[in-house]
C-alpha cells in the first residue's frame, strides 16, 4: 500500500536556524497537504499543494512539491520558539482517493 | 464558533469492554474521519465517511466499528476484539467539493486518550 516517510524523525535547532522536513511517498500523489501538531494538541492544517513543482510560502515557511509528484518539502527560516511541534506531510494517491495517508512526521524542538 | 467535538478527553478500558467515542461537528462539513496515533508512528486511517449511512474501511478497521445516521455525528467504536487500542484517537471532518484538485484540509477535533486498563 501507499507509504509517506518523513525525514529527519526529530530535529533540535537553536533559535534563529533553519529548518527542513522531507516528505517521500512510494506512489504518485495527486496533491499533499501539510500540517502542525503542538505538543498534546491536534493536528492544524496549514497548507495543500497540487501543481507539480509548486512552491508555495506563509511566511517564515515554505512549501514544495515535487516536479514527479512523489515528494515535499517544508523549511522554516530563522526558527522561532513557537515553530516546536510536529509536522506532518499528508498525501492522496493519483488519481484521486479520499484517503489521506499521513507521514511519520517530524519533531521540531527549538531551543532559545 | 463551529468546531469538531470529541468527548470524553480521557477515557479508561477494562479488557473485554467496548467503548465509544464520540464525535460532534457543526461545520457542516461532509466528510469525517477517525485517525489513531501511536507515539513516532503518524496518524494511520481507521474509518472514513464522506455522506450520511455509508462509511467506509480505512488501513486499520479491525477492531473498529462507526456509523453515520446523522451529518454531524461519527462516534467511533472500539470493540473488544481490538487487541491493543492504547492510543490516540482524533476525529475530522472536511469540506467536501467535487474534483481531484479541490478539497480542503481537514479540521481536527482536540482528541480522546485512551488507556486500557
Known amino acids: 500500500g501507499q507509504q509517506v516517510m518523513q525525514i529527519p524523525q526529530y530535529q533540535h535547532v537553536q533559535e534563529g536556524e533553519d529548518f527542513t522536513t522531507y516528505c517521500n511517498s512510494s506512489t504518485t500523489l495527486s496533491n499533499i497537504q501539510w500540517y502542525k501538531q503542538r505538543p498534546g494538541g491536534h493536528p492544524v492544517f496549514l497548507i495543500q499543494l497540487v501543481k507539480s513543482g509548486e512552491v508555495k510560502k506563509q511566511k517564515r515557511l515554505t512549501f514544495q512539491f515535487g516536479e514527479a509528484k512523489k515528494n515535499s518539502s517544508l523549511h522554516i527560516t530563522a526558527t522561532q520558539t513557537t515553530d516546536v511541534g510536529t509536522y506532518f506531510c499528508?498525501?492522496?494517491?493519483?488519481?484521486?482517493?479520499?484517503?489521506?495517508?499521513f507521514g511519520t512526521g517530524t519533531r521540531l524542538q527549538v531551543f532559545p | 464558533d463551529g468546531g469538531i467535538t470529541q468527548s470524553p478527553k480521557y477515557l479508561f478500558r477494562k479488557e473485554g469492554q467496548n467503548v465509544t467515542l464520540s464525535c460532534e461537528q457543526n461545520l457542516n462539513h461532509d466528510a469525517m474521519y477517525w485517525y489513531r496515533q501511536d507515539p513516532g508512528q503518524g496518524l494511520r486511517l481507521i474509518y472514513y465517511s464522506q455522506i450520511v449511512n455509508d462509511f467506509q474501511k480505512g488501513d486499520i478497521a479491525e477492531g473498529y466499528s462507526v456509523s453515520r445516521e446523522k451529518k454531524e455525528s461519527f462516534p467511533l467504536t472500539v470493540t473488544s476484539a481490538q487487541k491493543n487500542p492504547t492510543a490516540f484517537y482524533l476525529c475530522?471532518?472536511?469540506?467536501?467539493?467535487?474534483?481531484?484538485?479541490?478539497?480542503?484540509?481537514?479540521?481536527f477535533g482536540s482528541g480522546t486518550r485512551l488507556t486500557v486498563v
Open positions: 475530522a471532518s472536511r469540506r467536501q467539493r467535487q474534483g481531484a484538485a479541490e478539497n480542503y484540509g481537514y479540521t
Open positions: 499528508a498525501g492522496r494517491q493519483a488519481p484521486y482517493t479520499d484517503k489521506l495517508i
